[in-house]
């Protein structure tokens, strides 16, 4: 069983920085992309920033310049540091991440993953 456990999110002013991390657990063999969606209220989900396992990143281009996401690989972890932070980032943020698992090699399977999701509001 795999599972993404989310940490960080909370109240913050506007101006304000928060990370949030995102840590995988169970019988991983390898983690390709991750990345982070948020979901507003009464707006559609979007993607946040995503980075490979070879560290390529993209980012929304409302966060550009403000957000940073990194992973550690060897802790299964995948961050995300916002800083200089707006109302409109005012949203719930799921990690998301692609993960080779299984009780071994040969019977593994890829799936995608979700996090339960951590609530950010910005505001003063």
């Known amino acids: 069983q795999v599972q993404l456990v989310e940490l960080g999110g909370g109240l913050v002013q506007p101006g304000g920085s928060l990370r949030l991390s995102c840590a995988a657990s169970?019988?991983?063999?390898?983690?390709?992309?991750m990345g982070w969606y948020r979901q507003a209220p009464g707006k559609q989900g979007e993607l946040v920033a995503a980075?490979?396992?070879?560290?390529?990143?993209n980012y929304a281009d409302s966060v550009k310049g403000r957000f940073t996401i990194s992973r550690d690989n060897a802790k299964n972890t995948v961050y995300l540091q916002k800083n200089s932070l707006k109302p409109e980032d005012t949203a719930v943020y799921y990690c998301?991440?692609?993960?080779?698992?299984?009780?071994?090699?040969?019977?593994?399977?890829?799936?995608?993953?979700w996090g339960q999701g951590t609530q950010v509001t910005v505001s003063s």
């Open positions: 980075i490979t396992s070879g560290g390529s990143t």
């Open positions: 998301n991440a692609d993960i080779k698992y299984g009780s071994s090699w040969f019977n593994a399977k890829t799936e995608d993953y």
């Open positions: 169970g019988c991983i063999f390898s983690i390709n992309a």
